[in-house]
């Protein structure tokens, strides 16, 4: 090539396509800092997006490259489609073995993610019980004696021949050792896998899936999905089940637990959401990330006279904490801290120009903001041994509990002394909206139990009356690939119109709470006649937010209060109950999916899910597994149709709960009244 030519070709780079604000999201705020971003020149995941395509074999789950010898790839063909699949890797991995293999690998990676931050959890309890640390204490004694006996820990001791109370700090030891040793004893089952349904736990056994420690299950992926070893997909799904299930039932529920011990256990609290809860006259701190260890300590320090008397020095009139993600969730549940939003608004934050700080730890965090930091006056500070960003612009700080108070302090303060250097001007959107969250297993049973005819009385009799139709959890994350919270909110709001009441986490919780849904009001604006009778007369949402990603164990576990109380069955998938995630983009989600399918829960996820290029594995998810773990996996992109399969789910379960019946009496309209009355 002549020397001029290859000089035109380097100056002529493609211009990037930028994203339309209005297509990429349905929430207004987003889209003006979308189009904010455009203006300023700084590029945003929306943008990304469009001149970034997904890779088409990927996407359908087939290309393997666990060996190199490939990556070996297996697209669809039409032959395939007309039934005769002879598609092969170089080693003769079916597609069957690579999706499933690559199916195993994202549940390994998502239990990893959860399952770790338990175990950072269950470290710092291990501290506490050992008094190693002033700064984190024991909130919630309740909740201790509540699970000690979960993990074979005494409550009780006899003296005498009495029976009395056992002391605190000793239960507290010996829950903290029992609890760390689940990742990794040498034999035995979890623990925790006894507080599921009898019958459940039962099915488990028999199957051969109990998970024997939470880190085995997800090394034996690693070596099973290893070139040659596991080549039978079924096997492999096993596998994953055991894992998943190590992550719902082990890891993600001792998180939660722990943390409820020593943060405090939620209850509901009113508070707000989306990117207008940022203050242009005060220090704005933006907690991202998971691990409520990290974010505990900054609303302490946030809050001291200390600090908030420098943000005055500096002409702030105070500091406004908001979160982001999971870390949001945690701050929300039990301090009301509001959520500046879900996990695409994280850039957004730093746009409005008026983010002193962006406080990361572990977890959906985009390697991207260290470049949108640079554009403004933001500190983006890592926090985490285990998360650490390659950019110059990135502080580390890294959080440790024997100094914890002392860590957050040094962040509080550089944020505040930062202040002073905003650059850009100052851009807040005003869109804002109240929410009512903090709600669990706990808190439902004070507002839908009943003193004398078991815990969750009042829920399964309005169940059983046909009041409401079923339950549904909605949860995870958001994906740049669909149009930001729509999939979310027109899900949820077909849901609760057909009276489904539903449970939410993780991004759906926030993005539910951006849109108004999770407050009382909502019941008499878009839910149908039963469920708006039952919100309005119990005082609660038609959406109950019951925190982050690990906290969908708290959804486990209500399920299991469901089947406890009666009247619906006896096992959790007997109940008239469907899981979601519409807009997954997360190997964690692809673990929670599994662990409530196999727990018995019809889960239906947006988008895609990587296993279209393998049919025959793909019929076994969807359709096989509900005659072994009575639950399964679907996909469905359209979110009314994905509404009204997981409707048409809960309906299967009432006809065969035998409760159908009233629920036609609960539809009458006043015309079918009038006829009644005539007769
Ligand atoms: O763990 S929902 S985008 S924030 S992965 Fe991430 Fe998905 Fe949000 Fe919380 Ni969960």
Not at 497 to 507: E, Q
Request: glycine share 8%.
């Amino acid at each position: 090539m002549a020397e001029e030519t290859k000089e035109k070709v380097v100056k002529a780079p493609k211009e990037k396509k930028l994203a339309d604000p209005v297509a990429a999201s349905m929430d207004l705020a987003t889209q003006i800092m979308i189009k904010r971003a455009q203006e300023l020149g700084v590029e945003t995941v929306f943008d990304r997006a469009e001149s970034m395509k997904p890779c088409n074999i990927g996407i359908q789950g087939t290309c393997c490259k666990n060996c190199a010898m490939g990556p070996c790839r297996l697209p669809l063909t039409k032959s395939v489609e007309e039934g005769s699949d002879e598609r092969k890797g170089l080693c003769g991995a079916t597609a069957n073995t690579i999706a499933a293999r690559n199916f195993a690998r994202m549940v390994a990676a998502g239990a990893s993610a959860h399952s770790d931050h338990g175990r950072g959890v269950a470290e710092v309890f291990m501290s506490v019980a050992k008094k190693e640390t002033n700064d984190y204490k024991i909130k919630d004694p309740q909740k201790l004696i509540a699970i000690a006996p979960y993990l074979d820990v005494a409550t009780t001791v006899e003296v005498d021949g009495k029976t009395v109370d056992r002391n605190l700090d000793e239960i507290a030891l010996e829950v903290a050792e029992n609890a760390l040793n689940e990742w990794g004893k040498p034999s035995g089952e979890l623990r925790y896998l006894r507080r599921a349904p009898q019958p459940l736990y039962e099915r488990w056994k028999k199957l051969g899936v109990l998970p024997r420690n939470i880190d085995r299950e997800t090394v034996e992926i690693m070596h099973r999905t290893h070139m040659g070893v596991d080549q039978d997909y079924k096997n492999l799904v096993k596998q994953c089940t055991r894992c998943a299930l190590g992550d719902g039932w082990g890891g993600s529920m001792l998180a939660t637990d722990l943390q409820d011990v020593m943060f405090g256990t939620p209850y509901p609290l009113q508070s707000e959401a989306n990117l207008g809860i940022m203050k242009q006259d005060h220090v704005n701190i933006i907690i991202h990330g998971h691990e409520p260890i990290l974010s505990e300590m900054i609303v302490a320090a946030a809050q001291s006279k200390e600090m908030i008397d420098h943000a005055k020095s500096v002409g702030a009139k105070g500091i406004q904490l908001g979160g982001i993600c999971c870390t949001g969730n945690e701050m929300l549940q039990r301090h009301g801290v509001p959520p500046a939003g879900t996990f695409l608004q994280q850039e957004l934050a730093i746009i409005t120009g008026a983010c002193e700080a962006m406080v990361v730890d572990v977890q959906c965090i985009f390697q991207n903001l260290a470049n949108v930091a640079k554009c403004f006056h933001t500190k983006l500070i890592t926090t985490h041994p285990i998360a650490k960003m390659e950019q110059d612009n990135v502080v580390h700080i890294e959080f440790d509990e024997h100094h914890a108070m002392e860590d957050a302090k040094r962040i509080v303060k550089m944020a505040v002394d930062n202040f002073k250097n905003r650059r850009a001007e100052v851009m807040i959107p005003r869109q804002k909206a109240t929410q009512i969250a903090g709600f669990g297993v706990e808190s439902i049973k004070y507002h839908l139990g009943g003193t004398f005819r078991g815990d969750y009385y009042t829920l399964n009799d309005n169940i059983i009356n046909g009041r409401i139709r079923g339950i549904a959890g909605v949860v995870g994350c958001n994906n740049a690939r669909t149009r930001h919270n729509e999939a979310h909110i027109t899900i949820v709001k077909e849901l609760i119109k057909n009276d489904v009441i539903v449970l939410t986490t993780g991004c759906n919780g926030i993005a539910c709470a951006m849109e108004g849904l999770l407050s009382p009001e909502t019941a008499a604006v878009f839910c149908g006649p039963g469920l708006a009778e039952v919100c309005e007369t119990v005082g609660i949402p038609p959406v109950l937010h019951l925190g982050s990603c690990v906290d969908n164990s708290r959804i486990l576990l209500a399920a299991t209060e469901v089947v406890k109380a009666g009247g619906l069955g006896k096992d959790i998938c007997d109940l008239p109950a469907a899981g979601s995630a519409p807009e997954w983009m997360s190997e964690k989600a692809i673990s929670i999916g599994h662990y409530f399918v196999t727990s018995g829960v019809y889960t239906v996820f947006g988008l895609h899910l990587p296993m279209s290029g393998a049919p025959v594995f793909q019929d076994y998810m969807y359709n096989e597994l509900e005659k072994i773990y009575g639950g399964m996996w679907d996909c469905e992109a359209d979110p009314i149709k994905h509404a009204h399969k997981m409707i048409a789910h809960i309906d299967k379960k009432r006809k065969a709960l035998g409760i159908d019946k009233a629920r036609d009496r609960v539809l009458m309209d006043m015309a079918d009244r009038q006829k009644l009355e005539a007769m």
